[in-house]
């Protein structure tokens, strides 16, 4: 499938967009992730369906993908995380408008947030 994956990548090479995420909160079992989808010009991509799947590095039989989000005006979408244990995540992201789409994989560390899990 080497032939499949090099024209996607070379059509996502053509598209432009670029994806950022950032771990938004995080507690065992409870969190989420602040995605961004931008175009070429660093410029927001708006109304794109996001949807993100992780797990923890070591632990792929995990990954449970999140509900599609709709991205804002500024680009972003808040998606549910459920991390079980701190550490490194791989973070694999699909964003989406009309027939573009564009895949990412990310690693994030994830660090509960200790405040969060007291008030619970």
Do not use: Y
Not at 30 to 37: A, D, E, I, Q
Not at 50 to 60: E, I, K, L, T
Not at 74 to 94: L, N
């Amino acid at each position: 499938k080497w032939d499949e994956h090099k024209a996607k990548l070379e059509k996502q090479a053509e598209l432009g967009w670029g994806v950022g995420c950032e771990v938004a909160s995080a507690t065992s079992g409870k969190g989420s992730l602040r995605v961004r989808v931008t175009d070429r010009d660093s410029k927001p991509v708006a109304n794109a369906r996001v949807r993100v799947s992780a797990f923890q590095a070591g632990w792929p039989n995990e990954a449970r993908p999140s509900a599609v989000v709709v991205t804002d005006d500024d680009g972003v979408a808040v998606c549910e995380f459920s991390p079980m244990r701190e550490g490194k995540w791989i973070v694999d992201v699909s964003a989406s408008r009309g027939s573009d789409v564009f895949d990412a994989r990310l690693e994030r560390d994830v660090w509960f947030d200790v405040a969060a899990a007291q008030k619970e």
